[in-house]
Nanobody, 115 residues
Framework: QVHLVETGGGLVQPGGSLRLSCAAS????????MGWYRQAPGKQRELVAA???????NYADSVKGRFTISRDNAKNTIYLQMNSLKPEDTAVYYC?????????WGQGTQVTVSS
């Protein structure tokens, strides 16, 4: 069974920074995609950033240049460094692991950007 645990959310002022972490545990294939999605109230869940096990990345246009995804394959952990945060970045952020046709999700961590 695969478990994903996110940490690092919180309240930050506009222009501030936060770093999210997601640790995956359990047994899964080493070739995979790990990423971050977010869901704001009343909106659909959307991709923020993702990284393959070979470190190829994909970012949403809205976060390019501000957010950076990274991963440590030895620790099965991904990170999301979020800089220059805006109020519109407020959402619950979910960690995702894709292995073949399987999707695994974390519980989510709240990020609130407000003055």
């Amino acid at each position: 069974q695969v478990h994903l645990v996110e940490t690092g959310g919180g309240l930050v002022q506009p222009g501030g920074s936060l770093r999210l972490s997601c640790a995956a545990s359990g047994s899964f294939f080493s070739i995979n995609i790990m990423g971050w999605y977010r869901q704001a109230p009343g909106k659909q869940r959307e991709l923020v950033a993702a990284m393959t096990s070979s470190h190829s990345t994909n970012y949403a246009d809205s976060v390019k240049g501000r957010f950076t995804i990274s991963r440590d394959n030895a620790k099965n952990t991904i990170y999301l460094q979020m800089n220059s945060l805006k109020p519109e970045d407020t959402a619950v952020y979910y960690c995702n692991l894709k292995v073949f046709q399987y999707d695994y999700w974390g519980q989510g961590t709240q990020v609130t950007v407000s003055s």
